[in-house]
């Protein structure tokens, strides 16, 4: 069901709006002052706002501003409801990203064309950027396969040798050659999305770019700044350095306690010797963070400075 928040400070219009929307199979909440009505759209995610302008204390403006400052670019439909016709205070709303204006008094007709109207136009975004995200997620398999498929078709024999031999070093076993499968793949998984993103920046830039279109890019831009699908990745890399070396992290932990979830990510790529610059793209900061990220785990780990960090975690299992 369609939930519509309500934000009036007068009660008889608050409630003859709701009567009149719930009698159209919407589902309604409301509040009464802008403040409540913040916390009501942070706990409710409605579909859409119906907000009036001048109430007391927080006005229609100073909410509409407060959730586009938590929200970044707010997703939900925003309507103002307001006595003032004077173009001035148009401009004023449609500059903060109002999407719609009412001025009282309406009629239910006007109300429900608007609400519609916007509600409409929402599922239309949102359809474009499912099918752009679909076509992303295509495009993020396919180059993930090519890589699966360049690996496999560079990959030497792998010799057979004993668990317990130390001279293993420059010889990967079955389980290590996924495990440096998967670090590939999370550099081009990220690699891929920064490109991404630095694209969909390019194209923000550029003048004459209608308005829904700009909106559907900073949505599109958003999704993928997310990283969801990086973070997946780095769990399965995580989880694959678990199965190859078992006792690892947990004696590791038992030693450093101290350690975070990114120092033992950290520590895992040194392990199967990614250099900076591959860590960099797997964790999607700059080789100088990086840097300092190991500068700051020999910290962590009460090493001297003529101890080398990579001789040290080689060292632990």
Known sequence: MTKILIIEDTVSLRENIT?????????????????IGIQMAKENLPDLILC?????GMDGYDVLQLLKSE???????????????ERENFRAGMELGADDYLIKPFTIYELLKAIN????????????????????????????????EQI??????IEDISATNTEVIGKLNENQTELMQEALRLIEINTTMQNM???????????GIAEEQRQVLVDLKNKI???????????????KFNQTYPNF??????????????DTIIISAIFVNLDTLQLSLILGISPESVRKSKYRLKQKLSLGKHIDLTEFIHKLN
């Not at 929200?71 to 016709?85: K, V």
């Not at 992290?249 to 990114?262: A, M, R």
């Open 249 to 262: 992290i947990s004696n590791l932990f038992i030693q450093f306690p101290q350690l975070t979830q990114q």
């Open 152 to 157: 496999k078709n560079q990959k030497t024999i």
């Open 117 to 148: 109207t916007r509600l409409a136009k929402s599922k239309s975004i949102e359809k474009r950027i499912k099918l752009q995200i679909e076509e992303i997620e295509s495009e993020l398999k396919s180059k993930i396969s090519e890589l699966l």
């Open 52 to 56: 009036d302008i001048m109430m007391p």
């Open 71 to 85: 929200d970044g670019e707010l997703q939900i439909p925003f309507i103002f409801i307001t006595a003032l016709a």
């Open 197 to 207: 993103a630095k694209q969909l920046s390019a194209e923000l830039q550029k003048k």
């Open 19 to 35: 009567d009149a929307l719930e009698l159209e199979g919407f589902e309604v909440i409301g509040a009464d002052v802008g403040k």
């Open 225 to 239: 700044q997310k990283k969801s699908v990086l973070l997946n990745s780095l769990t399965t890399f995580q989880l």
